[in-house]
């Protein structure tokens, strides 16, 4: 939510190749430095009888990584000054983060995540605040890029000084006891899966500079923030509690399942079907006038287009997750992963054609496979998984919707949108009648 709130902020006063820098790419340094660094060592620690041995690890490891990204991210630099001041600046910070593993690897190991939390999340306030102050302070919009590449580095800095010194106030000086090899052999284990799991936590953003324009990445990166808090505020929640009901050791009901996919469905049935048509005025309205150009609109467009597949694949996946077995579970990851290797060449291909609307195209497609393979997973326990979709009338009165929208008037969006949802009160009646007397019955008991 912070993030989200001060890249908001930071979007109104640049422009989208700028803010493409700060949300992707530098976004990209930092998070590819610190995930290879700690995320195997943070895994290993628990395991072992003396996590201390495995504190400066992180650290090491970060020295080595981080000169290896930087020249990596300078070759397909953007032809903007300052830019390599910031990606060695972000680097430099993201060293200085790994320092306070030395005091967080030994405490998460023992299950103690509260000092780290009250070190971390203030730290990160401080940067967003940091980034928008500087950005506000010392950038002129139209003016030379460098004043804000630089804020964007000393913001980084201001937060890898904060994780330092946080620590070291609140627990001193860290205990330091440098490895033997049988920790070296204990992470080896988790250093192919840590590569793996960031390829696909950060494939995505490769692809995209690879294959995109820096305007279309910043356009990209813009509509990826407002997804982001929309899974986490809206979708997440439900999944979780998908996933807890699912999980349980009480029988599953299925009616109840099947309700809370489709009601996600019409969410996102009704953003695909309405969104579109009100995102320009929104971007024109509440944004600069940089960010009410064509692909910025088209990209937001496409982004509620495939929100609909995108809510039935979280709600289906929770289900898969919490019902297969370990052992099948592997399995069902492994098809995960191919899936995602096709989507990284759907980018790279969608993007070329289409631009930053490919990409999320792709991601449309992406969402259709994996929910295909949730499907299988909940056909195999129960038939009826037909009872998972909305009545075909509905889907087939949204659908026009969507497809005749470019040729409707926001006015007329107003005057359908209180029939639609009367239209699905009037299909689920059965279903919400059901749900309440349930509800009823659970607090008389």
Request: hydrophobic share 50%; net charge positive; proline share 5%.
């Amino acid at each position: 939510m912070i993030s989200f709130i001060s890249n908001q902020l930071l979007v109104r006063s640049l422009d989208p190749s700028l803010f493409g820098i700060w949300s992707v790419r530098l976004a990209l340094v930092q998070e590819t430095i610190v995930f290879w660094a700690r995320d195997g060592i943070r895994k290993a620690a628990p395991r072992s009888q003396n996590p201390h041995k495995f504190a400066i690890l992180p650290f090491l490891i970060g020295l080595i990584v981080s000169p290896i990204i930087v020249y990596i991210s300078l070759k397909s630099a953007p032809e903007v000054e300052g830019y390599t001041l910031a990606v060695i600046m972000t680097a430099m910070s993201s060293v200085m983060e790994l320092i306070g593993e030395m005091w967080a690897v030994p405490q998460l190991a023992v299950m103690d995540g509260s000092t780290t939390a009250k070190v971390s999340g203030p730290a990160f306030l401080v940067r967003s605040i940091s980034s928008i102050v500087l950005s506000k302070l010392f950038y002129k919009q139209e003016g030379e890029p460098l004043p804000l590449m630089l804020c964007f580095g000393a913001s980084n800095i201001i937060f890898g000084l904060l994780v330092i010194f946080g620590f070291y106030f609140r627990c001193g000086k860290p205990k330091i006891e440098f490895p033997t090899r049988n920790e070296y052999n204990a992470i080896k284990p988790f250093a192919f899966q840590t590569i793996l799991q960031w390829l696909f936590s950060q494939g995505e953003r490769i692809v995209l500079i690879a294959s995109n324009t820096p305007e279309q990445i910043g356009v990209y990166g813009f509509v990826s923030d407002i997804s982001s808090l929309i899974a986490r505020l809206v979708f997440a929640p439900i999944e979780a509690a998908v996933f807890s009901m699912c999980a349980s050791s009480a029988p599953l009901q299925f009616d109840m399942y099947s309700l809370i996919v489709r009601i996600v469905v019409y969410i996102g049935l009704c953003a695909a079907a309405f969104g579109p048509l009100l995102a320009p005025v929104v971007l024109q309205t509440v944004y600069s006038k940089s960010w009410s150009g064509d692909d910025s609109k088209s990209a937001m467009s496409w982004f509620l287009r495939i929100m609909p597949f995108m809510a039935f694949n979280g709600v289906t996946e929770a289900f898969s997750n919490a019902r297969l077995s370990e052992k099948s579970l592997m399995y069902y990851n492994i098809l995960l992963a191919i899936v995602s290797s096709i989507y990284f060449g759907l980018i790279f291909y969608f993007s070329k054609i289409f631009g930053t609307q490919g990409a999320i195209m792709a991601n449309g497609v992406n969402m259709i496979l994996r929910s295909i393979m949730a499907i299988t997973v909940i056909s195999r326990e129960f038939k009826n998984f037909f009872s998972l979709f909305p009545n075909i009338i509905q889907l087939i009165a949204f659908g026009s919707l969507i497809y005749f929208q470019n040729s409707i008037r926001i006015l007329y969006v107003l005057i359908f949108a209180p029939f639609y949802g009367l239209m699905i009160l009037f299909f689920e009646r059965h279903s919400i009648k059901k749900l309440w007397n349930s509800l009823k019955s659970k607090k008389r008991d």
